[in-house]
């Protein structure tokens, strides 16, 4: 039977992303994903590198700056290794706080630079305080394409469409995983399953499911809007090719990834609000993702008691975000090398009993 160094549970971004990291480092990766590649909360997600401190908790903050300025040479490695475009855009954000977050220190040193109607001429006449902030965004589902082409490229195995049931555990240590379909092989096993980790025996970890709709429109025109907008009420994120992202809610439903009429309306008139102009726009699609939240809203990075398992997971609404660092510490974990980066926060150790 074929064997490996390193199986990891979850084909999304996280997962992904750190086999190309493990591969880097001459290990023969297997990545085992439950339904396809990249189609979970990666396909449903917005994209925006958020670093601002009103929604990365503090003590996230270090690992959620270092891998917002990995990000340009992680997009462009992916982008050489697949022969994908990823849409990483550099324009910024135009942020509307809460009355609450205005005086965020964060804020501070933030201002705009030109008056909104020279910025962005199509956002609705506001005297709300607005901020820019130098952030990043990136298509999602065209960075997962790209990871997922690239990790084949170097050599990493995928096995779609075939659910882990359990990590297969003997004389106390990791021996690989069993699935729906069949088992394999492998001294370490990594989870990065999302919402889903905490079903797959002999760990429970605490992730849930967070639920978020969403939309596309049609840009009336592909210029309409240059820089990521948003507000307590809804987040436009435009893309190169003219559409225009609209989010999100935070829902806690369980498994249950269907859209509601209302929700999406309520989403639709929010955007409309702050830019008129998409009054008439053609909704191209709605959806909505399941976030791995945690108790905390913290991820789960580090090794477990079970010696050769490590987990991922747990990024919450940051899993773009945090991919390239996520990669780079779990890769120096799981290999011994030595990182630079204090991950006991982080530790699944906090849930035990």
């Known amino acids: 039977m074929k064997s490996w160094d390193v199986i990891v549970i979850g084909g999304g971004i996280i997962g992904l992303s750190l086999s190309i990291e493990l591969r880097k480092k001459g290990a023969r990766v297997l990545v085992v994903e439950r339904g396809e590649p990249g189609r979970e ?25 270092a891998s917002a300025r990995m990000y340009p040479e992680f997009a462009r490695e992916l982008e050489l ?4 475009k990823v ?21 501070k040193a933030a201002g705009l630079p030109l ?17 820019y902030l130098k952030e990043r965004s990136v ?38 995983v069993t699935t729906i379909k069949t088992s394999f092989q492998a001294p370490t096993v990594v989870n990065c399953a999302g919402a889903w980790s905490g079903q797959i025996a002999p760990h429970a970890f605490p992730t ?22 948003r507000s307590p009420e809804v987040y436009l994120v435009p893309r190169s090719d003219g559409r225009i992202l609209i989010g999100t809610t935070m829902e806690e439903a369980g498994f249950d990834r269907r859209t509601d009429v209302v929700t999406i309306q309520r989403l639709h008139r929010a955007a409309v609000a702050l ?24 991820p789960i ?34 290999t011994g090398t030595n990182c630079q980066y204090d991950l006991a926060p982080f530790s699944p150790a906090r849930f035990s009993t």
Not at 42 to 65: D, F, K, N, R, W
Not at 145 to 166: E, F, I, M, Q
Not at 308 to 327: C, M, S
Request: charged content about 20%; proline content about 9%.
């Open 41 to 65: 909360a990666s396909h449903a997600a917005g994209g925006m590198l958020v670093e601002c401190g009103l929604e990365t908790p503090e003590i996230l903050q270090p690992l959620a700056s």
């Open 301 to 334: 990075l580090g090794a477990t008691a079970t010696p050769g398992y490590f987990v991922a997971t747990g990024h919450f609404r940051d899993g773009i975000l945090l991919a390239p660092i996520t990669a780079r510490v779990m890769a120096e974990v799981i």
């Open 208 to 229: 849930r499911p967070v639920k978020g709709q969403m939309l596309y429109l049609a840009s009336p025109s592909r210029n309409l809007l240059k820089h990521v907008i």
């Open 139 to 176: 298509e999602p589902r065209a960075l997962a394409a790209a990871a997922l082409r690239a990790a084949k490229r170097r050599g990493v195995d995928v096995s779609s469409g075939d659910k882990v049931t359990a990590v297969r555990v003997s004389t106390g240590r990791v021996e690989g």
């Open 115 to 131: 008056p909104l109607s020279e910025l962005e001429p199509a956002l609705a006449p506001s005297d709300r305080p607005a901020f």
């Open 87 to 107: 849409d990483l855009r550099d324009q910024g954000t135009i942020l509307f706080p809460s009355h609450e977050d205005a005086s965020h220190p964060s804020l």
């Open 81 to 84: 290794e697949s022969g994908m």
């Open 275 to 298: 830019v008129p102009e998409l009054r008439n726009a053609k909704i191209l699609e709605d959806w909505a993702g399941l976030r791995p939240g945690t108790p905390d809203d913290l």
